[in-house]
């Protein structure tokens, strides 16, 4: 269920109490104003209700501009909400209170030139309160585990992108906060530093600590995430486990189907026009297969087809001795999900 | 540790990380190594030099008499060791009038000094009576130095009051050890006021004040915008800090990178100052906090203007926009006030009858028209220069007065100061014998430019002419002279006209008759007051009152006392009731009873200030006028004992530039620059005010400029709080001329400075905050 300006917006279930819930936004709505004399209103954010729980790791999506980190400035406090209220660790957010108990990393997260890694991170705990030795307990276990040991030293200045956001990542988790606000941590990341952030991410859950994490790779979200909301146009979209947000999408249940058989595509169009949509194309087979090579193999895509439709077809491909190398039926992914719901917002529509 | 110090903690560290400031850090020590060799050394010399030379005029009259073999003996002797090529422009100068510069008289004496065989008994029948020179005559083995001074101190003999006797110390400036300049013939004790009231504030105001802020200004300029990163901004807003607290700590760690640069300047000007110029004015430290204070003017605006406009560029531009308002804003402020407050500020009254004559700071004499409700100019446009006078005598109807240059610290040009007779119309015709020539004035107002006539030339270094008895005199630091009318007159005579210019025939009757014995010598400072029977008078010189009694046309010594005050002491003095006021600058006035000589009372109402006026009147009271505009009554109390002061409640009050009683006893005084007000006899009220209606130029001041510089910020006027801060209480400037004192006095208020720009900065500063606070960043 997609949820739209008249209808009430989706929360999870079974939080509303407000017990164990680290982040609990309610309506909030937040309008940029451009202009002195012809004052322009941007709408950001509008009726959002979202609640995270305590110690799960939880993912915002939305294609840009749907007002994520507008909702994630307005957590820390550095935007002022139009209507609504919004509680961080039941403290309100934005308040001193709440900012002591928040590590965050910011998106393209810039440091002061004359720092290096290490002054950076004595910088920055000493603006979370820390003390000099506080800070000096935790700095190599920290550098330790964003892999930056050995280059604390060197110049902030000299850090590659991914280097500089994994030293975020050290700043946001140096004060042991109870909730990370993370935007974009994976951003310039190669595959081996985006898994170690997962691995981080991991060990962070293990502990009680409730992440807030905003990412464009849906992958990733669907790997680490246990819940996640989808925002766009400034709307909560959805919400939910990633099964639940697949199983709130009735259209989406049934699935693809992908074959790969010896047959040309003349030979099994009379098969396949029974069950709509279908794509063919011609494939070769991999020399693995152990299969001749001259035989015709083609791959058919169809679009939707239910249990039976499939009992059906196998049985009837098999009677005309059409043998079936591969089949495979494909749950919808989140990237599905997520384009489902964004292209119907960006329609106008409710899905 | 606390966010906000750690934001500044990590200004200082960003501060020392840049190679910005290791590179100024650099210059600057390059500026001060080049500095430190400047020095100034102290030696002995008795050479001549300009400024001793007194009266140029004078030497060079009696070594030209000398060249003829008039003279004394000793002109003579000094006139035949002197170089022949001088000795021929002496002999042109008698014949043709060609004129020698003073520079070469100066030269031609020091040659004088190297001759061996100067000395001659008969010559200089008193040098044996003298300890010093006794010693030097009994010594035949002279050494260069020896030789020097023994002949300096005849040419001191011979000219006593032409030249100044030398001290036999002298001042060079030197760099490296080197001497490079001339000596200035004063102690280094002598100099120190200068360099520390005009030298060191003028290098630091230009060096810091100017160059290094400028420099601050653009590198501070992208702190604030580089704050306002996306990047950066939101994460540090995170952090358990207010945002204004954010911004004013940054602004606050900007600021720190301005400190070390100045720390490093001043503590190493403060350091040569002491090192080499043995000046150690703690004050020079003080001069931290406040460039400190001074950057962070300028910095609140270039903050204010990274919050709102987030770029380096505009903020240097808008600051640089605002430091060119205020200085504009300032010298048009300051330019127009010079013109329109300093110039025609009444500096002189002279009452005629009823009529005001007023002498204002720009040298012109000016009369009361009540037509136009305005001063009316006569006797020309003369700016520039310094009313002597006026003074009017009824007996010939005329009125005297002279200009003469300007002279700040008694530093002044040889040019003698002419005396001016103006003939009044409208009281002439009572007056002057000469009926007809008396019609010839009927219609014509006192300020018509007619009968201006030149006088004999007043005595040399005349600081003042007052009235005596039906004359007047002149004071000077040789003595009191008295003019005579007649002889005068006489002088007017024997004047002839020669191709349309009128050519003095020298005469031997002298207009200026000495009151004091001829050998007496007033050196600067030096002050004059007669008592109102003309019977006795004071003079104070140089921390001493001379006591002068009258005895026919002389002026006999009648006793002296010393003060304990220093020498170079400027005083005013008034005579009244057997009693003389003595108004020491920067001490309190004293009461000196003329009878025993002694100090009977200090007046400690009017306290350690300084007074420009004082004037007696004929009912046993005396007016003082302080610089700072307060007028002040003396008078003996009814026992008769102590003397009491009042401060009469009166308009014009605590504004006063001038002051004169007239002949009624009544109080005219003038204040806000060109208004003169007529206090009443008993001082009970203002009889008449002269109140001249404001011209164009006036009413923009007051009405525009004024206020407008007055609701502005005044970053430069922490000048003024620098200036007092490296004001050393010990170390006055002297003053060696009553004149100086006509000089308005800037009373130094170092805390008005400090607060109106405090004011500034903190609405800057509450801009920049509410503007944050508002802002969606």
Redesign the interface.
């Known amino acids: 269920m997609i949820a739209s300006p008249e209808q009430k917006p989706p929360v999870a279930r079974g939080t509303l109490s407000g017990d164990g819930l680290a982040i609990n936004v309610e309506q909030l709505s937040k309008t940029?104003s451009e202009g002195l004399v012809f004052r322009k209103n941007h709408p950001a954010l509008r009726n959002v209700t979202l609640q995270v729980r305590a110690g799960e790791v939880f993912g915002l999506l939305g294609p840009n501009g749907a007002g994520k980190t507008t909702l994630i400035?307005v957590l820390?406090?550095?935007?002022?909400p139009n209507r609504g209220q919004a509680s961080v660790l039941k403290m309100p957010a934005g308040s001193?209170?709440a900012?002591?108990k928040?590590g965050?990393l910011?998106?393209?997260?810039?440091?002061?030139r004359?720092h290096t890694g290490r002054?950076a991170l004595y910088?920055?705990g000493?603006?979370?309160?820390?003390?000099?030795s506080e800070i000096a307990k935790r700095e190599n276990e920290l550098f330790e585990l964003v892999d930056l040991k050995g280059r604390q030293h060197e110049a902030v200045r000299r850090y590659s992108k991914g280097m500089r956001q994994r030293l975020?990542l050290a700043?946001a988790m140096l004060h042991d906060p109870d909730l990370l606000?993370l935007d974009e941590p994976t951003d310039g990341l190669d595959p081996m530093g985006r898994s170690q952030i997962r691995d981080v991410l991991d060990q962070l859950k293990k502990r009680g600590k409730t992440v807030f994490l905003n990412s464009h790779i849906l992958q990733e979200v669907e790997l680490i995430c246990d819940r996640v909301a989808i925002m766009a146009k400034g709307e909560l979209r959805g919400i939910g486990t990633i099964d639940e947000l697949i199983a709130q999408h009735a259209d989406q249940r049934r699935g693809y189907l992908r074959m790969e058989v010896f047959a040309n595509e003349a030979r099994l169009r009379p098969f396949l026009e029974h069950y709509g949509e279908f794509q063919c194309s011609r494939i070769t087979a991999s020399p693995d297969a152990g299969l001749d090579s001259a035989s015709e193999l083609t791959r058919v895509d169809i679009r939707s087809i239910d249990q039976t439709g499939v009992d059906q077809l196998i049985d009837r491909l098999r009677q005309e001795k059409i043998s079936i190398l591969r089949m495979e039926r494909s749950r919808p992914s989140l990237e599905q999900v997520f384009m489902n719901i964004v292209s119907a917002a960006s329609q106008g529509g409710i899905s | 540790m606390k966010p906000y110090i750690a934001v500044l903690y990590d200004s200082f560290l960003e501060s020392i990380s840049s190679r910005v400031l290791w590179i100024l850090l650099a210059a600057w020590l390059l500026i001060l190594g080049a500095l430190f060799p400047l020095s100034i050394s102290e030696g002995e010399t008795y050479l001549v030099s300009t400024s001793d030379v007194e009266s140029p005029r004078v030497v060079m009259d009696q070594l030209a008499l000398a060249s003829t073999g008039k003279g004394t003996r000793s002109q003579r002797a000094i006139y035949a060791k002197l170089p022949e090529d001088f000795q021929q422009a002496l002999k042109d100068r008698q014949k043709n009038g060609r004129r020698i510069f003073v520079g070469r008289l100066v030269s031609a004496l020091n040659k004088v000094l190297e001759a061996t065989d100067l000395y001659d008994k008969q010559a200089w029948p008193t040098a044996e009576r003298r300890e010093e020179l006794k010693e030097l005559i009994a010594n035949d083995n002279k050494s260069p130095d020896e030789l020097q001074r023994f002949n300096r101190r005849l040419l001191d003999l011979t000219f006593p009051s032409a030249l100044n006797s030398s001290v036999g110390q002298a001042t060079w400036i030197t760099y490296a050890g080197m001497k490079f300049t001339e000596p200035f013939p004063i102690t280094a004790r002598q100099i120190r006021p200068f360099i520390e009231a005009g030298l060191i504030p003028t290098v630091l105001w230009l060096g810091l004040g100017i160059v290094a802020m400028m420099v601050a200004i653009v590198i501070t300029s992208s702190m604030i915008p580089d704050m306002f990163q996306t990047g950066s901004l939101h994460l540090l807003l995170s952090k358990p800090l207010s945002r204004n607290l954010l911004y004013l700590s940054k602004y606050l760690g900007g600021c720190i990178f301005v400190s070390m640069n100045i720390a490093f300047l001043v503590i190493g000007l403060y350091l040569y100052c002491g090192i080499q110029l043995k000046i150690w004015n703690s004050g020079i430290l003080w001069c931290i906090p406040l460039f400190i204070f001074y950057f962070m003017i300028f910095y609140s605006v270039s903050a204010l203007s990274g919050l709102v406009w987030k770029n380096p560029i505009i903020c240097v531009v808008v600051t640089a926009l605002f430091w060119g308002v205020c200085f504009t804003l300032g010298f048009v402020r300051d330019l127009t006030q010079a013109f329109l407050q300093g110039p025609p500020t009444v500096q002189h009254i002279h009452v005629v009858g009823d009529m005001p004559i007023v002498g204002n700071q720009q040298g012109r004499i000016q009369f009361w028209n009540e037509e136009t409700n305005a001063w009316q100019t006569g006797y020309g446009d003369v700016d520039g220069q310094r009313v002597v006078g006026p003074v009017y005598l009824p007996k010939t109807g005329n009125l005297y007065f002279g200009r003469a240059g300007f002279a700040p610290f008694g530093i002044r040009g040889n040019n003698a100061t002419r005396l001016e007779m103006a003939r009044l119309p409208e009281l002439s015709d009572a007056n002057v014998a000469d009926s007809d020539e008396a019609s010839s004035f009927s219609g014509k107002k006192w300020w018509d430019d007619i009968r201006l006539d030149s006088g004999p030339d007043l005595p040399a270094n005349t600081t003042e002419i007052i009235p005596w008895q039906d004359s007047f005199a002149a004071v000077t630091t040789e003595g009191i002279y008295r003019f005579d009318v007649e002889a005068a007159s006489n002088s007017e005579k024997s004047k002839v006209s020669l191709f349309g210019f009128d050519m003095k025939i020298p005469q031997a009757d002298e207009p200026y008759k000495r009151m004091t014995s001829a050998d007496a010598e007033y050196r600067r400072p030096m002050a004059f007051a007669s008592a109102n029977d003309y019977q006795l008078a004071v003079i104070y010189t140089r921390g001493k009152l001379v006591k002068l009694k009258a005895d026919g046309g002389r002026l006999t010594n009648d006793g002296e006392l010393s003060f304990d005050f220093p020498p170079e002491t400027f005083a005013s003095i008034a005579v009244q009731e057997g009693a003389a006021i003595v108004c020491p600058k920067g001490h309190t006035p004293l009461v000196v009873d003329l009878t025993s000589m002694k100090v009977v009372q200090e007046l400690e109402a009017i306290g350690e200030g300084t007074v420009k006026r004082i004037a007696a009147d004929h009912r046993g009271r005396v007016a003082i006028l302080s610089t700072n505009g307060n007028v002040w009554i003396v008078s003996r109390d009814a026992e008769q004992t102590d003397w009491s002061v009042t401060k009469p409640n009166l308009p014009g009050q605590g504004d006063a530039a001038t002051l004169a009683f007239d002949a009624k006893d009544r109080l005219w005084m003038s204040h806000a620059v060109k208004s003169v007000e007529i206090w009443s006899s008993d001082l009970s009220a203002s009889e008449k005010s002269y109140r001249p209606r404001s011209t164009t130029p006036e009413q923009i001041f007051s009405y525009i400029i004024n206020p407008l510089y007055m609701i502005f910020p005044k970053p430069s006027a922490i000048n003024q709080t620098i200036q007092y801060a490296l004001k050393n209480p010990e170390s006055k400037l002297p003053a060696m001329n009553n004149a100086d004192l006509d000089i308005p006095q800037i009373e130094l208020d170092p805390w008005q400075p400090i607060w109106s720009n405090a004011i500034f900065i903190a609405v800057m500063l509450s801009l920049g905050c509410w503007h944050l606070y508002r802002q969606d960043l």
């Open positions: 940029y400035k820390l406090g550095i935007l002022h001193k209170a900012r002591r928040i965050y910011p998106e393209n997260l810039v440091f002061p004359h002054s910088f920055y000493r603006l979370s309160e820390m003390s000099d975020g700043q606000i």
